[in-house]
C-alpha cells in the first residue's frame, strides 16, 4: 500500500493542487495536523475541504494550530484518528493531535500525559488482544517523539515527545508519523519502528510511504521524503 504523507498545511491550499498524481497514485492520505494558518484557525475549514475533495481514504488528526473543537469537523466526515483506532485493510490506524505546552499562543496545547492519553485505546486493545494483534499499527501524532531526529528546532533543542517516545520504545508500531517541528523533516528509526516527519506542505514538502505484508508480518519498504517547487 501506498501513502500520501502530509502535514502543516498552515491554510494554503497552494501546494494541494500540485499533487493530483500523488493524490491519484496514493490507496490513502495520512495527514499529520495543523491544517490552520498560525493564529488564523478559521483558515483550516478550507484547507480540509480541499483535502477531502482530492482522496476518498484519509485519517487524520489535529494540530497545535487547530482549535481543539476542529476535531469533530474530523469526525464528521470519518477521517479522524485522534483518540481512536481504526482498522482498515489489514492495518491499524491510531493518532493523538495538538502538540505539548510551548509558546501558549498556540489553541491547541496540550501536556504529555494529555497527549498520550489518545493512546490508551491502543493499550487497552493490546490488553485484552496482545501485542500480536497490532504489529500492523500506523502512528499519526502532531507532536514527535523525544530526541527521535524529527523533534529539533533551529537551536538543535529536542521538543518531542517523552511519553509518545516510551509507547514507540514498548510497543514497536510499524510506523510512526509525525509533523509540527517544520526544520525537522527527516526519517529514521526507533527500534524496528520507522519515522517520518514529512516537513511542512506549506513549504513543499510532503512524503510517501509503502507498506507490504508477507503472511502476517508487514513492512516499511519505501519512506521517501519529497519536495514540490512553487510555481
Not at 480540509?48 to 464528521?76: M, Q, W, Y
Request: hydrophobic share 40%.
Amino acid at each position: 500500500m501506498r501513502f500520501l504523507v502530509l502535514s502543516d498545511i498552515h491554510g494554503d491550499s497552494e501546494y494541494i493542487e500540485m499533487l493530483d498524481q500523488e493524490f491519484a497514485e496514493a490507496d490513502a492520505v495520512l495527514f499529520v495536523g495543523d491544517f490552520a494558518r498560525f493564529k488564523e484557525p478559521e483558515t483550516g475549514l478550507p484547507v480540509l475541504n480541499t483535502l477531502v475533495r482530492k482522496h476518498d481514504s484519509i485519517f487524520a488528526v489535529t494540530g497545535n494550530c487547530d482549535e481543539p473543537s476542529f476535531v469533530e469537523e474530523l469526525v464528521n466526515l470519518d477521517i479522524s484518528v485522534e483518540g481512536d483506532l481504526i482498522f482498515r485493510d489489514g492495518l491499524a490506524f491510531a493518532g493523538s493531535g495538538g502538540a505539548l505546552k510551548f509558546t501558549g499562543t498556540t489553541p491547541n496545547e496540550r501536556t504529555d500525559e494529555d497527549l498520550a492519553s489518545d493512546l490508551e485505546i491502543v493499550k487497552n486493545q493490546l490488553a485484552e488482544n496482545g501485542p500480536e494483534e497490532l504489529n500492523n499499527l500506523i502512528l499519526i501524532t502532531h507532536q514527535p517523539p523525544f530526541d527521535s531526529g524529527m523533534d529539533k528546532i533551529t537551536a538543535g533543542i529536542s521538543t518531542g515527545s517523552k511519553l509518545f517516545r516510551q509507547f514507540i520504545e514498548e510497543y514497536q508500531p510499524l510506523l510512526a508519523l509525525s509533523g509540527h517541528i517544520h526544520e525537522s523533516f527527516a526519517t529514521g528509526k526507533i527500534g524496528k519502528t520507522v519515522l517520518m516527519n514529512p516537513g511542512s506542505l506549506a513549504e513543499g514538502r510532503y512524503g510517501i510511504v509503502e507498506v507490504a505484508r508477507s503472511g502476517d508480518t508487514w513492512s516499511v519498504t519505501k519512506a521517501e521524503l519529497k519536495t514540490l517547487a512553487a510555481n
